[in-house]
């Protein structure tokens, strides 16, 4: 398939949705509207919506605050992640005692959190960004560990063949390798660290994109939740794009990564 | 210490050697797999030898034994008269499987071995340029292992233990996975590179025509478990070698024939135990 038939077939999916969306909403199809208009809007009003935001520039302050508080979740938890993933790696027996909890911590389900972090950090950007930060910690953990133990024996051998001592070690076998595991997941920490953020806002905050939606819905202004869901998807690829740009810059050494490049 | 050790060396101690080592592994279900017994074996300075075995003999793990990686059960390892207790810091290894460090250029691979040395990491970068050309790869440079073929990368891993100057090359079936014209082509490449400065080598095979091509000693080992060194192989073909013509050579299909009538029977041997768990 060329290109261009590709981004015609992919314009025509969106086409069809909108236009399905627009008939089902606004004719009665033998005598009834299959989509009431007070549950399912219609993509005049929200594109209305969306444009009145964009317009008065309220949507920016919105999004801002979610770009803020997704970064911070992202960049504490990586750093997190990193650390503690060296740690538990370099130290088996440390990891060995922690395991369970470790196990335990990612098998809670993040959202219960919430109200606590609101109840600690306040309605705040804080407590979004804690939120954040337990969703994308454990993603970068997880990579890191795996990325330090499954060096390969044979690529460990000759490095210490060729002389490295642990701290050369470290920083030309056990840290490339564990960014590499790193930097493929970095689409699934940036998404949960977007997630951690919105989730956040949505359960209690003054500002943001999952502060908007939920203030359309407690007014049952459904135009209002699709209008922020639409601008939440776009904010969402556009990150997307952007990580997928670092990715092949930093993961350039990397076979299925670089065979991709035009 | 350097100084000590060359001193040994030129009173004409033994690059390599190995007594009576054992070698054994412990198994899951608590017994002791052995893989190596008795195994007693000398490499000069500046002499090449190989060993030849059939499949799952424990060759390599004799090479491991000699790089240090390894420990052995039983008996000693020495280096130019030295008992070896650590990694063999005089040794540079060559591995069968892919052992480039993939997130590094075909240039930074050559160059580590100097930069974790302490080489300025330009001159380290200069002179990994040079080895590059002297292994036919100077185009090659900021070339990810993944870019290059097979041939290619173990031209770079060729440059990247020589460019650290080891008195001592190990090196573990290096050339298995090619194919026959890129083999021989290595083999040359290697034997040039070596008469340079005739180190000590232990070479690792499972082919016999490439043992006895490229070295001044061939030494047999039994199949495994509990191999040993059954044959111990001088090559007196003129150096230096050609590695397609010397196989022409009559002297080296007599000493084959001779060779390969005790190995074949190491080899049906180890088919069958292979076949027989």
């Known amino acids: 398939m060329s290109r261009v038939t590709l981004i015609t077939l992919q314009v025509l999916v969106a086409v069809v949705s909108v236009l399905l969306w627009h008939v089902l909403t606004s004719y009665p199809i033998f005598g009834r509207t299959i989509l009431p208009p007070f549950f399912f809007s219609n993509p005049f009003d929200v594109a209305k919506q969306i444009v009145a935001w964009f317009a008065s520039g309220v949507i920016w302050k919105h999004l801002y605050v979610t770009l803020v508080e997704a970064t911070l979740a992202f960049i504490i938890g990586s750093i997190g992640g990193i650390v503690v993933g060296f740690w538990f790696a370099r130290q088996p027996r440390t990891a060995a005692v922690f395991d369970p909890y470790?196990?335990?911590?990612?098998?809670?389900?993040?959202?219960?959190?919430?109200?606590?972090?609101t109840l600690w950090l306040g309605l705040g950007i804080w407590s979004k960004v804690a939120l954040g930060v337990t969703l994308v910690f454990f993603i970068v953990f997880f990579n890191v560990y795996q990325g330090i133990k499954e060096v390969s024996p044979t690529v460990l051998a000759n490095a210490r063949m060729l002389g490295m001592n642990e701290r050369q070690l470290m920083r030309h076998v056990y840290w490339p390798s564990a960014l590499s595991w790193m930097f493929s997941s970095l689409h699934t920490s940036v998404g949960f660290a977007v997630v951690g953020a919105v989730v956040g806002e949505y359960l209690g905050a003054a500002a943001g994109l999952g502060y908007l939606i939920q203030q359309a819905e407690g007014v049952f202004d459904v135009a209002g939740v699709f209008a922020g869901m639409f601008v939440l998807a776009a904010f969402v690829i556009v990150i997307d794009m952007l990580v997928t740009v670092v990715e092949k810059r930093l993961l350039i050494w990397r076979p299925n990564v670089a065979d991709q490049r035009p | 210490?350097?100084?000590?050790?060359?001193?040994?060396?030129?009173?004409?101690?033994?690059?390599?050697?190995?007594?009576?080592?054992?070698?054994?592994?412990?198994?899951?279900?608590?017994?002791?797999?052995?893989?190596?017994?008795?195994?007693?074996?000398?490499?000069?300075?500046?002499?090449?030898?190989?060993?030849?075995?059939?499949?799952?003999?424990?060759?390599?793990?004799?090479?491991?034994?000699?790089?240090?990686?390894?420990?052995?059960?039983?008996?000693?390892?020495s280096i130019f008269g030295a008992p070896l207790t650590d990694l063999n810091r005089q040794a540079g290894y060559l591995f069968q499987a892919d052992s480039l460090f993939p997130w590094k250029t075909a240039l930074e691979n050559v160059a580590i071995g100097l930069e974790v040395a302490g080489a300025a990491p330009t001159e380290a970068r200069a002179r990994a340029k040079e080895w590059l050309g002297k292994v036919g790869l100077g185009a090659f440079g900021d070339r990810y292992p993944?870019?290059?073929?097979?041939?290619?990368?173990?031209?770079?891993?060729?440059?990247?233990?020589?460019?650290?100057?080891?008195?001592?090359?190990?090196?573990?079936?290096?050339?298995?996975?090619?194919?026959?014209?890129?083999?021989?082509?290595?083999?040359?490449?290697?034997?040039?590179?070596?008469?340079?400065?005739?180190?000590?080598?232990?070479?690792?095979?499972?082919?016999?025509?490439?043992?006895?091509?490229?070295?001044?000693?061939?030494?047999?080992?039994?199949?495994?478990?509990?191999?040993?060194i059954i044959g111990d192989w001088r090559v007196s073909l003129?150096?230096?070698?050609?590695?397609?013509?010397?196989?022409?050579?009559?002297?080296?299909?007599?000493?084959?024939?001779?060779?390969?009538?005790?190995?074949?029977?190491?080899?049906i041997k180890g088919y069958q135990q292979a076949e027989g768990k």
């Open chain 2, 1 to 77: 210490m350097t100084a000590a050790m060359s001193a040994t060396a030129a009173a004409g101690e033994a690059a390599v050697a190995l007594t009576d080592v054992d070698v054994a592994f412990r198994l899951a279900d608590g017994g002791v797999f052995r893989a190596v017994h008795n195994a007693s074996l000398s490499v000069a300075d500046g002499e090449f030898v190989a060993i030849v075995g059939p499949t799952g003999c424990g060759k390599s793990t004799l090479l491991n034994i000699a790089a240090g990686l390894l420990a052995p059960a039983a008996g000693s390892a």
């Open chain 2, 238 to 267: 003129q150096r230096p070698r050609d590695i397609s013509e010397v196989k022409l050579d009559p002297a080296f299909h007599d000493l084959h024939r001779e060779i390969w009538q005790m190995l074949k029977e190491e080899v």
């Open chain 2, 146 to 228: 993944h870019m290059l073929s097979g041939g290619q990368r173990k031209r770079v891993g060729l440059a990247q233990v020589l460019i650290r100057d080891p008195k001592i090359l190990l090196m573990d079936e290096p050339f298995g996975p090619l194919d026959a014209q890129t083999r021989q082509i290595m083999g040359n490449l290697l034997l040039d590179l070596w008469s340079a400065d005739r180190k000590a080598v232990l070479f690792v095979t499972h082919d016999l025509e490439e043992a006895i091509a490229l070295s001044d000693r061939v030494v047999i080992m039994s199949a495994g478990p509990s191999s040993r």
């Open chain 1, 102 to 117: 470790v196990k335990m911590a990612n098998a809670l389900p993040r959202v219960v959190l919430a109200p606590i972090f």
